[in-house]
């Protein structure tokens, strides 16, 4: 590289050389040239002489020969420039020729010495020829000095003939340093060739070697990051498989926990729909059961009115019987008063003195046989009563209770929905499709079963409301049956201190009632009947 270099800086210097040989040798050639021309014009106006003519055709032949300076410099430097591209485009050979460079610079150092030196000569030459022209002007008025310019000027025309001497000299000299050259062109030019021959095959040497390097390289450095990515693999891989390996236990885990909820969620879903089933079943009973018991209230309300008619029927027969088997007997008036009076208020006592009576004849046995018929009459019918208020007890009772269990129920059906949704939540959770697919057909069911259960509870309020009005009735009808008791004597001891506890609670209640709405006044209507009903019973059994 420091060849290539120097022999660049080697060009480019002979090339500086010959560009200030060609200006040097241009500006001495523009000298005589203009030094003809003044001698020329200069001819016709002063007499020329035989050393004149000389001096003319030295300086012309002197013009002459530094044209073909010129010239052969011109082509020395078109040579270099030729050179300097030939080198340029070698690029090698700088140790063959650079003998040939250090021998041409010198070659061209000498002769741009001489070319120094004519250039020199010829300003001395341009000098005296000025002053030869101020000396010719003058030379009719001053003779005496004509003598003096042409020795000066043959002293000058000896400096030209030994600077043309050196020009000559210099000239073989650069005819010489063009053959060097031209032979060092020639050698070099081979060089060259030689030169750019091996570089081609030392290029394409390089250039395979530089693929098979490069290709080695790139299938190292492939087998390097094949190897690495492989490792990394490995090791991704082994990641992988003990993640896989914990994912498939926790997904056996998962699994196993999956079956047995799905076998539990079966198992409670079975159990659920038996449960839902026997619900809907009750349910349906129930109001089987409330439809028969509002049957039978309607059956024990009719019993109640027929006997209560049959009671009066037979009080007022009785107490027909009774005057007309006593009406002319004075002796039983009191008697007949008393047995009036028992017949009115019921009494079991005076069907007993009836059948004392002896005295009475055929009428008065009539009114035995009749009473003990009443008497018999009056024991079912009192019999009835007691067994249609058993008969509407039990099955209020009878009502709650089936209520009671359909609300447990519910209640049971409710916690299992419950479960239900928690094992959707898990199994949710799980992730799994196939856990996902049994919870969305549990969700299912659950929604199914929400709406059984919604039906459920609406017809369990439906069964509460029907057995708050049962109550409501039952209360009534015992309350009237109570009253008919109590107006008939017949109420025990128990069933009086009942009606009186019900009188008392309903003034208190009715007292309690403030309100004007609809409501209030119907249900303080309903507790004055009410108490109305059991002061007159209370006042008949007085």
Do not use: C, W
């Amino acid at each position: 590289m420091r060849l290539l270099v120097a022999r660049e800086e080697l060009i480019v210097g002979i090339g500086a050389d010959t560009s200030d040989f060609q200006r040097e040798i241009t500006r001495t050639a523009q000298g005589v040239e203009g030094l003809a021309a003044e001698l020329a014009g200069l001819s016709g106006a002063v007499q020329s002489g035989p050393v004149l003519d000389e001096l003319i055709r030295g300086i012309e032949q002197a013009g002459a020969e530094m044209a073909t300076t010129v010239e052969q410099a011109h082509a020395l430097e078109l040579l270099l420039d030729e050179l300097q591209q030939a080198s340029r485009q070698s690029g090698a050979a700088v140790t063959q020729a650079a003998s040939g460079y250090a021998a041409l610079g010198q070659s061209v150092r000498d002769l741009t010495r001489p070319v120094s030196a004519v250039a020199g000569t010829l300003a001395q030459a341009t000098s005296g020829t000025e002053v030869f022209a101020r000396g010719l002007r003058t030379l009719q008025a001053q003779q005496a000095q004509a003598a003096q310019a042409t020795q000066r000027l043959n002293q000058e025309v000896s400096f030209i003939a030994a600077g043309m001497a050196q020009s000559a000299s210099g000239a073989e000299l650069f005819a010489r340093g063009l053959r060097t050259i031209s032979e060092e062109n020639q050698r070099f030019a081979q060089s060259a060739v030689e030169v750019m021959t091996g570089a081609q095959q030392m290029a394409a040497g390089f250039a395979g070697a530089s693929a098979q390097q490069t290709t080695l390289s790139q299938a190292i450095r492939a087998t390097l990051e094949g190897n690495t990515r492989m490792q990394a693999g490995l090791a991704e891989s082994a990641t992988q498989a003990r993640a896989l390996a914990t994912e498939a236990a926790r997904a056996a885990d998962v699994t196993a926990r999956m079956s047995r909820a799905f076998a539990e969620s079966g198992r409670q879903a079975q159990t659920l729909s038996r449960e839902i089933r026997n619900t809907i079943s009750g349910n349906e009973a129930m109001a089987r059961g409330i439809a028969t018991i509002n049957a039978q209230n309607q059956r024990i309300a009719q019993s109640s009115t027929r006997a209560t008619k049959g009671i009066n029927q037979i009080r007022g027969g009785m107490a027909a019987y009774a005057a007309a088997a006593l009406g002319a007997r004075s002796a039983t008036t009191s008697l007949a008063q008393g047995l009036l009076f028992g017949l009115g208020a019921g009494s079991v006592t005076i069907i007993a003195v009836l059948a004392g009576l002896t005295a009475v004849g055929k009428a008065y046995e009539l009114l035995t046989a009749d009473s003990r018929k009443a008497k018999e009459e009056s024991d079912k019918h009192l019999a009835s009563l007691r067994q249609l208020q058993e008969q509407q007890r039990n099955p209020q009772e009878a009502a709650r209770s089936q209520t009671a269990a359909a609300e447990e129920e519910v209640g049971r059906i409710t916690a299992k929905i419950a479960q239900m949704q928690r094992v959707v939540s898990l199994l949710i959770r799980s992730g799994n499709a196939a856990a996902v697919g049994a919870a969305e057909l549990i969700g299912l069911d659950m929604v199914r079963l929400q709406k059984e259960l919604v039906a459920t509870s609406k017809l369990i309020q439906a069964g509460v409301k029907e057995e708050g009005k049962l109550a409501k009735d039952v209360e009534e009808g015992r309350i009237e049956r109570l009253t008919t008791l109590l107006s008939l004597g017949e109420a025990q001891v128990r069933e009086e201190q009942a009606l009186a506890n019900i009188l008392a609670s309903s003034r208190a209640e009715l007292a309690q009632i403030a309100g004007d709405d609809e409501k209030s006044q119907t249900r303080r209507l309903e507790l004055r009947k009410r108490i109305a009903a059991i002061e007159g019973a209370q006042k008949e059994a007085l």
